[in-house]
């Protein structure tokens, strides 16, 4: 099995996030907001790699994450709130029968974005990332 590192993570994120970007054009509401919560889910997995955090589902990561990085103020309040909107939106758009609306896809992918730069200026400014 191969091991890891930070890089082959936020790569992943990084695809999840392009993948989002690219449905917009054909207005596939449920993968946007499907894609849009795996980058950000690999970007919190980005995160707890620098804590030498085992990978590890959502929920645990979701309290990990934010005991050590929202607070402790180390990432904004606002993409712990935009990471827990994003997992309801996903938990409605792959079990629930209803239509997604544009409007829930495109805050999802924005906010993917915004919490991919915080993560990724996090990494930087604490010299993990290059």
Do not use: W
């Not at 054909?26 to 919190?44: C, E, K, P, Q």
């Not at 994003?86 to 999802?108: C, G």
């Amino acid at each position: 099995m191969k091991i890891h590192t930070l890089e082959d993570i936020i790569r992943k994120a990084a695809r999840c996030l392009d993948d989002a970007k690219e449905c917009m054009f054909v207005m596939s509401h449920d993968f946007i907001i499907d894609r849009s919560y795996l980058a950000m889910y690999h970007g919190v997995q980005a995160l707890l790699f620098t804590r030498n955090t085992a990978t590890m589902p959502f929920t645990e990561a979701y309290i990990v994450f934010h005991q050590e990085f929202i607070l402790t103020q180390l990432i904004a309040k606002e993409h712990g709130l935009a990471l827990k909107r994003s997992f309801e939106k996903r938990q409605f758009s792959d079990y629930d029968y209803d239509e997604v609306s544009q409007e829930d896809a495109k805050e999802s992918l924005d906010d993917a974005r915004d919490f991919a730069e915080a993560v990724i200026q996090y990494l930087k400014e604490n010299n993990h990332l290059q």
